[in-house]
């Protein structure tokens, strides 16, 4: 199959491109490099460049191209950043992924695969979080995702569309090639270990009096590659017509504590850290239910162990210590 791959040179967008080239797929990506890196487009992919709320683009690149499914990644993804752009986030996120899925839709393509978030659920009543789980977002970035997840709910009953929502929660880790570079950097693997560098003074916990086993927030990561998995799984399951959210975790939890902890194993050198008050929007624990998505799409984490991701990531950094090279 031939698959429109937006946001293909960001973090997980290029790590699903060349999962999906590997599984034999051709891929176009569509990037406008605003937060992406050209030298993360894996080879063998087509290239670009551009804004997916650009309709005349798009309209172009489905007709030249003849794609028969999108994998959708371009977007804004700081919950921060989404409070204090409120506009921008619904505008790159909710407004933006409709446009596409008009453009979709125009050109006859009925698969689309979207990056969702547990960012729907805001906090949770409990955790492990099933997709049952209420969606009340707390945030922007959230409601822009959970916006366009109603909207592809909508557009399978009325207009034939098969789609996926993958809700992600923390993507961490790295592939030889593939690792995470965002500027500035807000993720709390990447910041650790620049302190390990030596690039990043000390690494601030945000909180240590949550109501979790060491006081620190819990989140369930799960490494770039095994989710860039759930993506050709669900891409290639996709029926018109018919959709579905899954969470894409491991369903075990780590605290801030333990991924400090983790990368002081992996990498031998001092993290000095401190304490600072609670990140405003921050839930005390997520951790996913992967239970639905291991039933039907038969995907379970391979390489999610907290060991492996921090490894993985510390090797990437070594290799890279200036991250992708510029355009
Ligand atoms: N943290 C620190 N210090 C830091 C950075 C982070 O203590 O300098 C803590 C946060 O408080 C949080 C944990 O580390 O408890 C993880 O924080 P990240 O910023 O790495 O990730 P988030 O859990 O906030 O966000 C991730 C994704 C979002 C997604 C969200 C779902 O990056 O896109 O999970 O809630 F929306």
Redesign the pocket.
């Known amino acids: 199959m031939r698959i429109l791959v937006t946001g293909g040179a960001g973090y997980i967008g290029s790590v699903t491109a060349r999962t999906l080239l590997d599984a034999g797929h051709e891929v176009v990506v569509l990037d406008d490099l605003r937060s992406g890196h050209r030298a993360a487009v894996p080879e063998g992919a087509a290239f670009e460049l551009g804004d997916v709320a650009d309709r005349r683009l798009v309209a172009d690149v489905f007709d030249r191209h003849r794609v028969g499914a999108v994998v959708h990644f371009a977007a804004s ?3 921060g950043e989404s409070m204090e752009r409120p506009h921008a986030y619904f505008a790159n996120n909710a407004v933006a992924s409709l446009r596409l899925l008009e453009a979709a839709h125009a050109a006859g393509v009925d698969r689309f695969v979207l990056s969702s ?3 729907v659920y805001g906090t949770p009543d409990r955790v492990p979080i099933p997709e049952s789980a209420e969606v009340r977002p707390e945030s922007v ?2 409601a822009s995702k959970a916006m366009t997840e109603q909207a592809l709910d909508w557009l399978a009953t009325t207009a034939g569309l098969g789609w996926c929502a993958l809700r992600y ?2 993507a961490a880790g790295a592939t030889e090639r593939h690792g995470e570079d965002h500027r500035p950097e ?4 990447p ?1 650790v270990l620049e302190v390990a560098e030596g690039r990043r003074e000390k ?5 240590d009096d949550w109501p979790t086993p060491d006081g ?2 819990v ?1 369930d990561y799960v490494h770039v590659q095994d989710l860039a998995d759930a993506h050709v799984r669900a891409v290639e399951a996709i029926r018109p017509g018919t959709g579905a959210a899954y969470n894409v975790g491991t369903g075990r939890g780590a605290s ?1 504590q333990e991924v400090v902890d983790a990368c002081r194993a992996a990498t031998g050198r001092n993290v000095p850290t401190e304490v600072a008050p609670r ?1 405003a929007g ?2 005390a624990e ?1 951790v996913a239910d992967p239970s639905r998505i291991g039933a039907e799409l038969d995907w379970t984490p391979r390489r999610s162990e907290l060991r492996e991701i921090v490894e993985s990531a510390w090797a990437w950094r070594r290799a890279h210590p200036d991250g992708y090279p510029p355009a």
């Not at 807000?186 to 693997?189: E, N, S, V």
């Open positions: 993804s700081l919950v978030t547990a960012a970035y959230g929660f923390n807000t993720h709390l693997l910041l690494i601030r916990i945000f909180g620190t927030p989140r801030v990140r921050d839930p997520l």
